[in-house]
């Protein structure tokens, strides 16, 4: 246990999910005095950035590097913010756990949505219906799923919604008459952000579409018709967007080169996205690239690239969905796939798994042999779910081509990136944690066992241990809303 300030142990027998820990109000003299030192932003998670920020580099590394967070955490963890999970070591002080990493299943009637609409099928070969990045959001206004996708191969933007987030209706609207089109005209990569934020309702939805070497930037009080653009910066063309609301930042994911990596991707915060998105072209940092962990296809022998990367925050930290370019067949369109990491500095990336949390098939004639890539708005919480939504390429055989351009889902339980695995028995022990609140929720698996939970106050236990018997207070496979 810590001498520092309280912490939370538990023995658990057989399986430890991704968990909401709770503490004990402490003093903030530790956080005070790690501020007055460094003299940068405290972030929600007790994390010092510097004063510089973004940092600087000169070249991305070529291995992986541990963020400066996990390398030397904060001595107390404020987690006040979002349920805490065990997707790495930053709340962990010791444990003889196992940590598993878990990806994503594909919804078995995929795809959800496919160009079936004179604007998306006059594109041949490439008929298309798919988000590109693009925007899958549920919006609380009128309790609908909303979905902004390229509808006809880089000719538009179309709008769709749901009352389910699996069966989709495209409306007829008046922007372009008898379609769904919301934008008409060359398009490439693209995202649309609900922005629950937004000071004025005519801001509510944020669109940015890359079209000649730059980001085209509007916004809407509906998602449908939009204000008169605005131009960012030089970007290349798989360039995105998000907003960070830890530090209440948009960021752009720019799409850029470096001699050795091929793609990859540079960084450019603003605190307005149109104000502040007319950055030079020397003025985003390196940001992140693939690496030597990132592995190689059998087939192809090609050093792994980034192609995209797209960011939500989720609970207690940013996702971030890493589209991984793995080569180009000469016989087949690019088998693309989605992979996972995590920032809690919402800039420095931990990305443990190199498995494809979303896969590309390999089973020629699959909506999704070709070309995979995540949804802007990452994920989103339906009932104990996460769905991710993706694009894929049915590919046309013998041709780079992307043939049949559709939108699907893939799911994973909530909460479930990581889970802590014990055999007979295991112990964790948390760092000291700082907490307002007056309850301790887990979420675990405890069938064939039972969680014990001892809180200690510096190095002082409390009278007796708390014993949460599975068939009592914690109920199986059960995750609380």
């Known amino acids: 246990m810590s001498e520092n300030g309280p912490a939370t142990m538990c023995t658990v027998a057989r399986q430890v999910l991704a968990a909401v820990l709770a503490?004990?109000?402490?003093?903030?003299?530790?956080?005070?005095?790690?501020?007055?030192?460094?003299?940068?932003?405290?972030?929600?998670?007790?994390?010092?950035?510097?004063?510089?920020?973004?940092?600087?580099?000169?070249?991305?590394?070529?291995?992986?590097?541990?963020?400066?967070?996990?390398?030397?955490?904060?001595?107390?963890?404020?987690?006040?913010?979002?349920?805490?999970?065990?997707?790495?070591?930053?709340?962990?002080?010791?444990?003889?756990?196992?940590?598993?990493?878990?990806?994503?299943?594909?919804?078995?009637?995929?795809?959800?949505?496919?160009?079936?609409?004179?604007?998306?099928?006059?594109?041949?070969?490439?008929?298309?219906?798919?988000?590109?990045?693009?925007?899958?959001?549920?919006?609380?206004?009128?309790?609908?799923?909303?979905?902004?996708?390229?509808?006809?191969?880089?000719?538009?933007?179309?709008?769709?919604?749901?009352?389910?987030?699996?069966?989709?209706?495209?409306?007829?609207?008046?922007?372009?008459?008898?379609?769904?089109?919301?934008?008409?005209?060359?398009?490439?990569?693209?995202?649309?952000?609900?922005?629950?934020?937004?000071?004025?309702?005519?801001?509510?939805?944020?669109?940015?579409?890359?079209?000649?070497?730059?980001?085209?930037?509007?916004?809407?009080?509906?998602?449908?018709?939009?204000?008169?653009?605005?131009?960012?910066?030089?970007?290349?063309?798989?360039?995105?967007?998000?907003?960070?609301?830890?530090?209440?930042?948009?960021?752009?994911?720019?799409?850029?080169?470096?001699?050795?990596?091929?793609?990859?991707?540079?960084?450019?915060?603003?605190?307005?996205?149109?104000?502040?998105?007319?950055?030079?072209?020397?003025?985003?940092?390196?940001?992140?690239?693939?690496?030597?962990?990132?592995?190689?296809?059998?087939?192809?022998?090609?050093?792994p690239q980034l192609y995209n990367l797209d960011c939500v925050a989720y609970e207690s930290l940013l996702l971030g969905l890493f589209t991984i370019w793995r080569g180009q067949p000469a016989d087949r369109a690019k088998p693309n796939e989605v992979c996972l990491g995590f920032s809690r500095d919402g800039f420095h990336w931990y990305r443990p798994d190199r498995r494809a949390f979303v896969p590309v098939s390999e089973t020629q004639g699959d909506w999704n042999w070709g070309n995979v890539q995540s949804a802007g708005g990452g994920c989103l919480v339906v009932g104990d779910q996460l769905y991710f939504y993706v694009s894929a390429r049915a590919g046309i055989p013998g041709s780079r081509s992307s043939g049949r351009c559709t939108t699907g889902l893939a799911t994973l339980r909530r909460d479930g990136f990581a889970s802590l695995d014990a055999e007979d028995e295991g112990v964790l022990t948390t760092r000291p944690v700082r907490f307002r609140g007056r309850f301790l929720f887990v979420n675990a698996d405890t069938k064939q066992g039972q969680l014990l939970v001892e809180v200690m106050a510096q190095a002082h236990p409390f009278d007796g241990l708390v014993v949460v018997p599975s068939c009592d207070k914690i109920t199986p496979g059960m995750i609380m809303a």
Not at 127 to 152: H, I, Q, R, T
Not at 215 to 234: K, R
Request: hydrophobic share 35%.
């Open 23 to 303: 503490g004990i109000l402490l003093s903030g003299v530790q956080l005070r005095e790690a501020v007055a030192a460094k003299g940068g932003e405290v972030l929600y998670n007790g994390i010092v950035l510097p004063a510089d920020w973004p940092p600087r580099m000169e070249r991305l590394p070529r291995d992986p590097v541990l963020p400066p967070y996990l390398a030397s955490p904060p001595d107390v963890v404020p987690i006040d913010v979002g349920r805490q999970l065990f997707v790495d070591d930053f709340l962990i002080q010791s444990t003889t756990l196992k940590r598993t990493y878990h990806t994503s299943r594909y919804y078995p009637q995929n795809p959800l949505l496919v160009p079936d609409r004179p604007w998306e099928t006059k594109t041949k070969p490439n008929p298309c219906a798919m988000v590109f990045s693009d925007g899958v959001w549920y919006d609380p206004e009128d309790g609908l799923f909303k979905m902004w996708y390229m509808g006809g191969y880089v000719a538009g933007t179309c709008y769709a919604t749901s009352k389910d987030g699996i069966h989709w209706d495209k409306p007829e609207l008046d922007v372009f008459s008898g379609t769904n089109l919301v934008q008409q005209g060359y398009r490439d990569s693209a995202t649309v952000w609900l922005d629950l934020e937004a000071k004025e309702r005519r801001e509510r939805f944020k669109m940015g579409y890359y079209s000649g070497g730059k980001l085209v930037l509007q916004t809407s009080s509906d998602g449908v018709h939009w204000s008169q653009p605005v131009q960012s910066g030089p970007t290349g063309d798989r360039t995105t967007f998000f907003y960070n609301p830890f530090r209440k930042k948009w960021v752009f994911s720019l799409r850029a080169g470096a001699s050795g990596f091929g793609r990859i991707r540079k960084y450019w915060e603003a605190d307005d996205l149109l104000a502040g998105a007319a950055w030079k072209a020397d003025q985003p940092v390196l940001w992140v690239g693939a690496d030597s962990a990132d592995p190689m296809r059998e087939d192809l022998k090609t050093a």
